[in-house]
């Protein structure tokens, strides 16, 4: 009997060639596994495809609650961007795909895994590097990155197997969607200075034809976690789904980020993540009234490191098991409702409360009922001045004109 082998299988042109190809080349048995992380498609038609095609099982497993609870949300809660634009939507459903690939060869006896990545591309490294944590033992098989075919040649590998070619397989761009977001990358955006067309984008409408009028949208958090739109309590992945919508309909959510690749090149990417844009906004705004300005400062630095993390296929490291046990206790105050307003583009915080503020009307004031003892400043300014003072008599300051002359 043949080894088996499970490819994450989403029904595109790869990973169905891939299919026969790993029968022909290794005379392995495939176990097809597509995950449901919040990418809308008809998942009894990617599975009965995986079959036609020759796969010996072919498995569908909804994990979008386990996308939104122990990927998404942790992210929110540290505010991971990349390069402070890429909300990390396809980075953080690779390591819970790499999870039940693992899960599912060890429960079908497989002695290997497969992904459809190429040899180019971020996420190959978190594919390889997430299955090697879990089951340092499971081989990897990687065709895209092994065949050598061009997209040309995959299409007639296709037709001359009667693998069914996708309508998508013409269009020159390269798209993976999530619940927290939509990647586009190939075609017309490898250029840089060109402007992306209309027609990548398909979650958000143009700013030209979304509503005229503004829509405003209150969420509430617990902890640091999303958990209320409009005062309605609500699923996390109901949350998420009804923000895009929402979001979209106004245009928020378009990015444009000339990123660096972990392998090393640039490569310019566009997304739409409107829900992730609103909840980060959001959440940002949340932690300025009840954290403090050093845990403020402080976390920001966790914020890029983490981000990286993630970007980087570290996930399954004792290093972010570290930096989550700091961000959730940084969440513990992080409860209350931000009232945004989304328009034409635009997601803008327009008010924030919180019962557990540090916001106090009573030293902020300059009107009446004002707390702050003014008549202490010049006590503090004193000793705040001091060593600028000693530095200025000892070794005085460079004036602007020493500076001109030195020209
Ligand atoms: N550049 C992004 C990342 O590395 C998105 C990759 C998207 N993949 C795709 N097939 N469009 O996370």
């Given amino acids: 009997m043949p080894d088996k082998i499970v490819l994450a299988y989403s029904g595109g042109l790869d990973t169905s060639v891939a299919i026969r190809w790993l029968k022909e080349k290794y005379e392995l048995d495939v176990i097809a596994l597509t995950i449901d992380v919040g990418n809308e498609r008809d998942l009894s038609a990617i599975r009965n495809k995986a079959l036609k095609v020759g796969a010996i099982k072919a498995l569908v497993k909804d994990a979008k609650r386990l996308f939104v609870n122990h990927f998404i949300f942790p992210a ?13 939507a396809t980075a953080l459903s690779r390591p819970l795909i790499a999870k039940l690939l693992v899960d599912t060869a060890l429960e ?41 075919m061009t997209r040309e040649q995959t299409i007639s590998y296709a037709q001359r197997y009667g693998i069914p070619v996708p309508a998508t397989a013409t269009s020159p761009y390269s798209i993976d969607e999530n619940l927290w977001g939509r990647s586009i990358e190939c075609g017309i955006l490898e250029d840089p200075w060109a402007e992306p067309p209309e027609e990548v984008f398909s979650w958000t ?37 009804r923000l895009n919508e929402l979001a979209g309909s106004h245009s928020v959510g378009r990015i444009d980020h000339v990123e660096n690749r972990l392998v090393g090149i640039k490569s310019r990417e566009v997304y739409e993540a409107p829900a992730a844009v609103v909840l980060l906004e959001a959440h940002q705004a949340l932690e300025a009234l009840t954290l403090s300005k050093d845990q403020l400062r402080f976390k920001q630095k966790v914020a890029q490191e983490y981000a990286d993390l993630i970007y980087n296929g ?15 206790s940084s969440q513990r105050f992080v409860t209350g409702t931000v009232r945004l307003k989304l328009y034409k583009g635009s997601c803008k915080v327009m008010g924030r409360k919180s019962p557990l503020s540090l916001y106090s009307y009573g030293l902020a004031t300059y009107a009446k009922g004002d707390q702050f003892d003014q008549s202490a400043s010049p006590g503090f300014i004193h000793i705040w001045g001091l060593p600028v003072r000693t530095q200025a008599r000892v070794q005085g300051i460079s004036s602007l004109e020493e500076k001109e002359d030195s020209k």
């Fill in 76 to 88: 929110l809660k540290a505010d991971a961007i990349y390069e402070g634009q890429y909300p990390l």
């Fill in 205 to 241: 409408k143009s700013p030209k034809e979304a509503s005229d009028e503004p829509s405003y949208v209150e969420i509430g958090f617990d902890k640091g976690i999303p958990v209320a739109i409009d005062g309605q309590k609500m699923d996390s992945v109901s949350l998420i789904q």
């Fill in 314 to 328: 570290l996930w399954f490291t004792a290093q972010h098991q570290d930096l989550a046990a700091y961000v959730d």
């Fill in 108 to 148: 079908e006896g497989a002695q290997a895994v497969a992904h459809g990545c190429t040899g180019k591309g971020n996420d190959q490294v978190r594919f390889d590097v997430s299955v090697n944590a879990l089951a340092p033992d499971l081989k990897i098989i990687a065709p895209a990155r092994e065949w050598g």
